[in-house]
């Protein structure tokens, strides 16, 4: 008997209709893999806890000759670091934070021998103009600072005008092996007051793993 041909059409289409789609077919919108943060912080004194400083003092200086104080951070340039008490910060969860231009412009950095070469970390941290009075009459872009991670660009930031304005920043880097983690005063020291430059603090470093987005 011969099927006609108009029958077969319409039962190749049928069967094809059929088929159990792929989730991506099904749902075109679909939530695509994310990398999300896990694991503990690999950086040690992220918020320039140690050394403690009092109402009273303000800031503490620290510069390449006495840094053990804020280890493992370091000072790796000539000039003064000032750690800020909690409140000289003003950040909102009660953080002191470290004033990459104390006396002059600065470089700080940590060494981090626990990223395993091949895997995916994430560097947060919060950052804002320097808090001291007067400072505020240096203009943002006059306080800018570099962040270098091992393995990267290195990236030039200008810091916002007030804590968690709008996030914390982020890196998001696969490791070579170990990392160093730099942050870099490019205050403009033509600009008064010259030593007015960015706040940091809360840094953190963890790995990410992917997964599936779950909103």
Known sequence: MRIPARTITV?????????????????????????????????????????????????????????????????????????FSKQEAGHP???????????????VEQSIPDTEQGRRYQLTWMERTETWEGCDRKPARNQSYEVAVTGTRTKYYTPTGKWLAPDPKTIDFEAEGDTKIAFISQSDDNVDPAHCGALITKVSLRELSSGTSSS
């Open 11 to 83: 039962f190749a289409v049928a069967m094809l209709t059929a088929l159990p789609l792929t989730q991506a077919q099904a749902d075109p919108e679909a939530a695509p893999a994310v990398e999300r943060p896990i694991g503990k912080n690999l950086v040690k004194n992220g918020s320039f806890d140690q050394p403690a400083v009092t109402r009273e003092q303000r800031y503490k200086p620290v510069n390449s000759n006495n840094d053990s104080q804020i280890s493992p951070w370091r000072v790796s340039t000539e000039g003064d670091l000032h750690i």
């Open 93 to 107: 969860d009660n953080l002191q934070a470290a004033n990459i231009t104390g006396n002059r412009k600065v470089t």
